[in-house]
């Protein structure tokens, strides 16, 4: 048999002129022995479409993004030789190198693996090298204001330039204040742990804290030569308050020619949205505690106060539910053999994760110190391929026929018809309910195919009992009876868009994200909805950030620049009369082609940077060429 070295998979797109083009995959033996009676599996972000010829061999299996392919009977792959197969019938047209193959691997006639090296995808057969670590960061421009701030505070009237050697200390506060110095502090190093600290215990840059009137997120700073009076209304204004000051120090003594640590003067400020938030997709790759821990500290470091985490998917279930044990026992995992085979990227071997109770705790207490609440997203009815696969009992045994996501998951949605579903979904509530103090839990809503449930005789009984003729209607049915069971919990209901779709949920007590273009969010908030806005095209952070094959990323919502992300003005195009409905932005990370983890940093930064000044400084502050000067201070999720 092989050794694991000894097999590589290579692949080339081709582009068509009105379709989504050719590729081509060739399997090279480049061992010394042949390999026969053999399939290649192999995960990547492009789809052949079911039942799809290909030429060179035969595709046996296909879920999602997960292909088995054969040769043809017989077939011999000598060492040395190379086996070509091609397709035409593709899911749709390739962008960038990361639409291809993640990960490969040979399945032999008597069932043992063999693993298979996968080059990067090329287009047209020309060679280059993928951008997979963070942006080269430039020094800081000294063209900027002489100040590191960002996001930009309301007012910034500062002069003058302090010793920048010393740490900050906190000499009077009340217990309020005295904690949020401490979280700060414990942020710092963590942000930075090579660096002299920005917080020390006494001395130094010596700091005094004061409670006054105003909202519980504002503050202000008073800059005296004998010391620095920070002003609060609350616990996140301090916070806020204490993390500014640690951007000027730092970057006084990161970029001492460009930036001081001011000697006199004033900061005013409050933010532009009390919605200012990132959503991470947990459910399709794996990502530890520590690395969500991280991402969280880089979020309170530019002052975003919402983490919205996409725990469960087609691909992955994150979330243990008591009373149901084959949830984590197997819609968290993947692998070859498995109800849920490998995806985008990961191997044959049994691969997943499925957080504790109290890996999730400390995440809550860790966010909650630094004024970020975690918003948990349980994405039903559709999105549900690997619960479904975890607990069949959730189908309807009648049904008949298969449905396709976009996604093309086979028949992925929770059936609105079997009674089950809701007492499971209690469950899940409870659960959830316990752990996340979040006013809100998101519940998804979304891409669920029109033709959900159709084959399913309880479905249709259902739906002909009620009259409604199309399948928006009952899913607008079953997020209502969600919805009333989060009112039981005491929690709000947040969903995308399409939750308002066959009727929609209640807006009372509730929030839509508006994510498939900007104009979304005026037409939810005319029906009454509270909106979050995440249109694909600026906030989508896993599109491609250049039209470039080799630099990662999704193409479907186009190019999200840097200048795309900063530019983009919330409610622009709404009357006054809706505003008060736009509670704020979001950015959005689905993890589809996060298979290696030098990528993250790549899609969120700097853009992840730039809606956060967009979600805090009035629109009068924003300067991209200042902008650009600062952002090379902020921190990311690797460095540490």
């Given at each position: 048999?092989?050794?694991?070295?000894?097999?590589?998979?290579?692949?080339?797109?081709?582009?068509?002129?009105?379709?989504?083009?050719?590729?081509?995959?060739?399997?090279?033996?480049?061992?010394e022995r042949?390999?026969?009676?053999?399939?290649l599996?192999?995960t990547?972000?492009?789809?052949?479409?079911?039942?799809?010829?290909i030429?060179?061999?035969?595709?046996?299996?296909?879920?999602?993004n997960?292909?088995?392919?054969?040769?043809?009977?017989?077939?011999v792959?000598?060492?040395g030789e190379?086996?070509?197969?091609?397709a035409?019938?593709?899911?749709?047209?390739?962008a960038?190198?990361?639409?291809g193959?993640?990960?490969?691997?040979?399945?032999?006639?008597?069932?043992?693996?063999?693993?298979?090296e996968v080059?990067p995808?090329?287009?047209?057969?020309?060679?280059?090298?993928p951008?997979?670590?963070?942006?080269?960061?430039?020094?800081?421009?000294?063209?900027?204001?002489?100040?590191?701030?960002?996001?930009?505070?309301?007012?910034?009237?500062?002069s003058?330039?302090?010793?920048?050697?010393?740490?900050l200390?906190?000499?009077e506060?009340?217990e309020?204040?005295?904690?949020?110095f401490?979280?700060?502090?414990?942020?710092?190093?963590?942000?930075?742990?090579?660096?002299?600290?920005?917080?020390?215990?006494?001395g130094?840059i010596?700091?005094?804290?004061?409670?006054?009137?105003m909202?519980?997120?504002a503050?202000?700073?008073?800059?005296?030569?004998?010391?620095?009076?920070?002003?609060?209304?609350?616990?996140?204004?301090?916070v806020y308050?204490?993390?500014?000051?640690?951007?000027?120090?730092?970057?006084?003594?990161?970029?001492p020619?460009?930036?001081?640590?001011?000697?006199?003067g004033?900061i005013?400020?409050?933010?532009?949205?009390g919605?200012?938030g990132?959503?991470l997709?947990?459910a399709?790759?794996?990502?530890?505690?520590?690395?969500?821990?991280s991402?969280?500290?880089?979020l309170?470091?530019?002052?975003?106060?919402?983490f919205?985490?996409?725990?469960t998917?087609?691909e992955?279930?994150?979330?243990?539910?008591?009373?149901?044990?084959?949830v984590?026992e197997i819609?968290?995992?993947?692998?070859?053999?498995?109800?849920v085979?490998?995806?985008?990227?990961?191997?044959?071997?049994?691969h997943?994760l499925v957080?504790?109770r109290?890996?999730?705790?400390?995440?809550?207490e860790?966010?909650?110190?630094?004024a970020?609440?975690?918003?948990p997203?349980?994405?039903?009815?559709g999105h549900?391929?690997?619960?479904?696969?975890?607990?069949?009992?959730?189908?309807?045994?009648?049904?008949s026929?298969?449905?396709r996501?976009?996604?093309?998951?086979?028949?992925n949605a929770?059936?609105?018809?079997?009674?089950?579903?809701?007492d499971?979904?209690?469950?899940v509530f409870?659960?959830?309910?316990?752990?996340?103090?979040s006013?809100f839990?998101?519940v998804?809503?979304?891409?669920?195919?029109?033709?959900?449930w159709?084959?399913?005789?309880?479905?249709?009984?259902?739906?002909?009992?009620?009259?409604w003729t199309?399948?928006?209607q009952m899913?607008?049915?079953?997020?209502q009876?969600?919805?009333e069971?989060?009112?039981?919990?005491?929690?709000?209901?947040?969903a995308?868009?399409?939750?308002?779709?066959?009727?929609?949920?209640d807006?009372?007590n509730?929030y839509?994200?508006?994510w498939?273009r900007a104009a979304?969010?005026?037409?939810?908030?005319?029906?009454?909805y509270?909106?979050?806005?995440?249109?694909?095209e600026?906030?989508y952070?896993?599109?491609?950030?250049?039209?470039e094959?080799?630099?990662?990323?999704?193409?479907w919502?186009?190019?999200v620049?840097?200048?795309?992300?900063?530019?983009?003005?919330?409610g622009?195009?709404?009357?006054?009369?809706?505003?008060?409905?736009l509670?704020?932005v979001q950015?959005?990370?689905?993890?589809?082609?996060?298979h290696?983890?030098?990528?993250?940093d790549?899609?969120?930064?700097p853009?992840?940077?730039?809606?956060?000044?967009?979600?805090w400084?009035?629109?009068?502050?924003k300067?991209f060429?200042?902008?650009?000067g600062?952002?090379?201070?902020?921190?990311r999720?690797?460095?540490?």
């Amino acid at each position: 048999m092989p050794t694991p070295s000894s097999l590589r998979l290579d692949s080339d797109w081709i582009p068509g002129a009105g379709d989504p083009g050719l590729v081509t995959l060739v399997l090279r033996n480049l061992g010394e022995r042949p390999l026969t009676d053999f399939r290649l599996a192999f995960t990547s972000q492009f789809r052949i479409r079911p039942g799809s010829d290909i030429k060179g061999g035969r595709l046996i299996e296909q879920v999602s993004n997960h292909h088995v392919v054969a040769p043809p009977a017989g077939f011999v792959l000598a060492p040395g030789e190379a086996w070509t197969i091609s397709a035409d019938r593709l899911g749709q047209k390739l962008a960038h190198y990361t639409y291809g193959p993640k990960s490969a691997y040979v399945v032999l006639g008597d069932g043992a693996l063999a693993t298979v090296e996968v080059a990067p995808m090329t287009r047209e057969g020309k060679a280059g090298t993928p951008l997979l670590g963070a942006r080269s960061r430039p020094h800081p421009a000294s063209g900027a204001p002489p100040y590191a701030l960002l996001p930009f505070p309301l007012s910034a009237g500062l002069s003058g330039r302090r010793d920048s050697g010393s740490p900050l200390s906190l000499a009077e506060g009340a217990e309020e204040a005295q904690a949020a110095f401490e979280a700060v502090a414990k942020l710092s190093g963590r942000l930075f742990p090579n660096a002299r600290p920005l917080f020390g215990s006494a001395g130094g840059i010596v700091c005094a804290a004061r409670h006054e009137t105003m909202p519980e997120e504002a503050y202000r700073i008073g800059f005296t030569a004998e010391r620095v009076i920070v002003s609060a209304g609350g616990k996140p204004g301090f916070v806020y308050a204490f993390i500014t000051l640690g951007q000027l120090l730092r970057g006084a003594r990161e970029a001492p020619e460009a930036f001081a640590f001011p000697q006199d003067g004033e900061i005013i400020d409050r933010p532009r949205f009390g919605w200012r938030g990132m959503m991470l997709d947990v459910a399709r790759q794996v990502f530890g505690v520590d690395l969500l821990g991280s991402a969280i500290d880089c979020l309170a470091w530019l002052k975003l106060n919402r983490f919205h985490l996409h725990l469960t998917d087609d691909e992955g279930w994150r979330l243990d539910i008591p009373g149901y044990p084959e949830v984590a026992e197997i819609a968290g995992w993947q692998g070859h053999g498995l109800p849920v085979p490998p995806l985008l990227g990961s191997p044959p071997t049994r691969h997943g994760l499925v957080y504790s109770r109290g890996d999730l705790a400390g995440l809550v207490e860790r966010a909650g110190a630094l004024a970020v609440t975690i918003v948990p997203e349980i994405d039903i009815p559709g999105h549900c391929y690997s619960l479904l696969q975890a607990i069949p009992a959730l189908r309807d045994p009648g049904e008949s026929g298969i449905y396709r996501s976009i996604q093309s998951f086979p028949n992925n949605a929770l059936n609105p018809a079997v009674a089950g579903t809701y007492d499971f979904l209690r469950s899940v509530f409870a659960e959830l309910t316990s752990i996340f103090p979040s006013p809100f839990i998101h519940v998804g809503g979304d891409e669920v195919a029109n033709d959900a449930w159709l084959g399913s005789p309880l479905a249709r009984d259902l739906m002909r009992k009620r009259g409604w003729t199309r399948t928006h209607q009952m899913q607008s049915h079953f997020l209502q009876r969600v919805q009333e069971m989060l009112r039981e919990f005491g929690r709000g209901t947040g969903a995308w868009e399409e939750a308002a779709l066959g009727g929609g949920i209640d807006p009372r007590n509730s929030y839509l994200v508006a994510w498939r273009r900007a104009a979304s969010g005026r037409r939810l908030a005319e029906r009454g909805y509270n909106v979050v806005m995440a249109p694909a095209e600026h906030y989508y952070l896993d599109m491609g950030q250049s039209d470039e094959w080799w630099e990662p990323g999704g193409s479907w919502a186009g190019t999200v620049t840097t200048e795309a992300a900063y530019s983009y003005e919330p409610g622009d195009d709404w009357p006054e009369s809706l505003k008060p409905r736009l509670l704020g932005v979001q950015a959005n990370l689905w993890s589809e082609n996060l298979h290696e983890r030098r990528l993250l940093d790549h899609m969120l930064f700097p853009r992840l940077s730039a809606l956060a000044e967009t979600a805090w400084s009035a629109p009068a502050a924003k300067d991209f060429r200042r902008f650009m000067g600062i952002e090379p201070l902020m921190p990311r999720t690797g460095e540490r």
